[in-house]
């Protein structure tokens, strides 16, 4: 028996439809824990810890971290503007 190439394209897409809605579900629950660590990762900085150490930690981004502070009222250093790069001449 010949397997038809549109049988080939529908295993495909189940499969692909399968670990898509196995991502969705991972990444919501990833979105439920945020509401755990953004607590955790202020209270750390009001202990004192290391701002990077608490962020490497928590495994978000500087974004999302210093946002959290910032929302907290938990002072943050202002950003660099970056350096201009030199232009040849």
Do not use: D, H
């Amino acid at each position: 028996m010949v397997e038809l190439p549109e049988e080939a394209q529908v295993a495909a897409l189940r499969r692909l439809a399968e670990l898509g809605a196995k991502r969705a579900e991972l990444l919501s629950k990833a979105e439920e824990l945020l509401k755990e660590i953004e607590p955790a990762a202020i209270e750390a900085v009001r202990t004192g810890a290391g701002r990077n150490r608490i962020r490497e930690l928590s495994g978000v981004s500087p974004g999302l971290f210093y946002g959290w502070l910032e929302t907290a009222g938990i002072e943050v250093r202002t950003k660099k503007a970056p350096a201009k790069k030199a232009t040849p001449k």
